[in-house]
């Protein structure tokens, strides 16, 4: 890929533009899924969160392994929607560990 003149500006828009659409694409899935990301279900009662997350991602690099194939022709997923996915699950497990560890802090502080 040839870079252009003005690319690094544009590549700063889209980058800011997507962290919006990030945020939106994790508010609108975690509706429709009632937080069950946060949660296993009745199916994976002994998998923890995260690595249900973990698994999740592992499932999107899969699929990117695919789409990134030459001549892959998607039809329901692109690779921008799959990359997208990927950074909030991302961001949804570095979330689940730095949660629980604030979570135990302010436990032990609140036992003193």
Do not use: H, W
């Not at 975690?30 to 592992?58: H, Q």
């Amino acid at each position: 890929m040839k870079k252009k003149e003005g690319y690094c500006e544009c590549a700063k828009m889209y980058i800011v533009k997507t962290f919006d659409d990030l945020k939106e694409l994790f508010l609108s899935k975690n509706a429709d899924y009632g937080d069950s990301v946060f949660n296993t279900g009745p199916l994976c009662p002994d998998v923890s969160p995260e690595k249900a997350v973990a698994i999740r991602m592992e499932d999107k690099i899969k699929r990117l392994s695919n789409l990134m194939k030459e001549g892959s022709q998607p039809e329901n997923e692109t690779i921008t929607d799959t990359l997208k996915d990927l950074a909030v699950y991302s961001i949804i497990l570095a979330s689940m560990y730095n949660t629980y560890d604030l979570s135990e802090r302010v436990s032990d502080e609140n036992r003193d």
